[in-house]
Structure formats: C-alpha cells, structure tokens
C-alpha cells in the first residue's frame, strides 16, 4: 500500500526566509503529485500539481519538484512572509490505482514576523 | 465558477439522529470522494463514486451511505450519529481519466458535532 510520509511535522521559520518542505512516497507507480494548504478551519487549496512525466511545476513564489524514482518530491517556498503559515500537504494518485488518492500528514508551517 | 459546495458547513446533531451532508461539484467531474479530518488522523477515506449509479468503500465507510444519481451531486448520509462521528468532512472532485489530470478539487468543508 502506498504510503506518503512528510516531514517535518511543523516548521518555525523567520519572515524572509528560503525553505523546503518534503515529501516521500513509497510506491513510485503514481499519475501525479499535488500539494496543497490548509489554513486552520478551512478547506484544502491546490498549490501545484505535478502530473508523472514532469520534473517540477512553478507558480508565484513556489516550486514543486518531482523525482519519482526516488519517491521524493519537495516545495520550495521563496522569501516566506507571515501569510504563508498554513498546513502544507502532499498527495498521491496510484498510477493502477487510479481511484486512490494518498495524502501525507502534512507540514504546519509558521513564518515569524 | 463554483467548484465544489458543500452544506452545511456547520452541524451539531444528538446522538443517534440522521443526517444528510450535501456536496455537489460543476465541473463536470467523474469522480468525487468524502473524507473525513481528524487530529492526528490526517484525512482518511470514507467513500468514492466514480461516476453516476458507482460507488466504493473507502477506509472509514461504517456509519456512512452514499448514492450518485448524477454526475453533480455526492451526498454523504449518517444514518445514525455517534459522538465518534464528530469531524470535519470533506468533499473532493477530479476528473477520472484521460489526459484532463487537473488533480483534486475540494469543497470548504462541513464541521460536524454529535452531542
């Protein structure tokens, strides 16, 4: 069964600051990677969606990156600011599995003013 | 452009009432999903459909019906609530197949209290 693993749990960072959240798979049979936030009370909003075949996906301040062979994928945040604090999840779509969806525990991210 | 909505987005119930959770998608979406978010739990997978008269079992389907009678609409009925059922519930969309891989759509959310 596909696992997704996200580590860390929670991230303290300075406004201003570059970061990395990761997150690990571990069956490389997937169709595609997305990342989302999760501000506390709210729904889940799509970030960046990596189809199987692709390498990395930007939007804004964001970067996804995608190595399946090694069943990593991470997002990179540039210069943080206090509005990024949120919930950061990762989830997975089998490949065979097409009606599965796998999601990771996520990554609580607080940026400091 | 509405997306997925859900409603309510608040309940609280008593123990051992029924209840139906709406969620209806305009997107034209094969496949849509409920989970359900608890502390520590992360989102866990309560029941699928794949498209209009197909519906699965997820992780979590005890205490859960669901039924698709249209492409739009993915109701989520508790048949008798328990206090284990207070969560936050989640409706998602995406499309099924093919090349159209726009990933997972989800709804706002219903926050569910049973007392």
């Known amino acids: 069964k596909q696992e997704v693993t996200q580590i860390p749990a929670a991230l303290s960072v300075p406004e201003g600051e570059n970061l990395v959240l990761n997150c690990s798979f571990t069956d490389s049979a997937i169709y595609n990677l997305q990342w989302f936030r999760q501000d506390p009370g709210k729904g889940l909003t799509s970030l960046l969606l990596i189809q199987s075949s692709q390498r990395e996906q930007t939007s804004g301040r964001l970067n996804a990156s995608l190595d399946k062979s090694s069943g990593r994928s991470t997002l990179y945040i540039a210069a943080s600011q206090p509005g990024d604090s949120a919930t950061y999840l990762c989830?997975?779509?089998?490949?065979?599995?097409?009606?599965?969806?796998?999601f990771g525990s996520g990554t609580k991210l607080n940026v400091k003013p | 452009n509405a997306g997925v909505t859900q409603t309510p987005k608040f309940q609280v119930l008593k123990t051992g009432q029924s209840m139906t959770l709406q969620c209806a998608q305009d997107m034209n979406h094969e496949y849509m999903s409920w989970y359900r978010q608890d502390p520590g739990m992360g989102l866990r997978l309560i029941h699928y459909?794949?498209?209009?008269?197909?519906?699965d079992q997820g992780e979590v389907p005890n205490g859960y019906n669901v039924s698709r009678s249209t492409t739009e609409d993915f109701p989520l009925r508790l048949l008798s609530a328990a206090p284990s059922q207070t969560s936050v519930y989640f409706c998602?969309?995406?499309?099924?197949?093919?090349?159209?891989?726009?990933?997972?759509?989800f709804g706002s959310g219903t926050r569910l209290t049973v007392v």
């Open positions: 989830a997975v779509r089998g490949l065979y599995n097409f009606n599965k969806f796998y």
């Open positions: 459909s794949v498209g209009a008269g197909i519906t």
């Open positions: 998602a969309s995406s499309y099924g197949t093919g090349d159209r891989s726009y990933g997972y759509t």
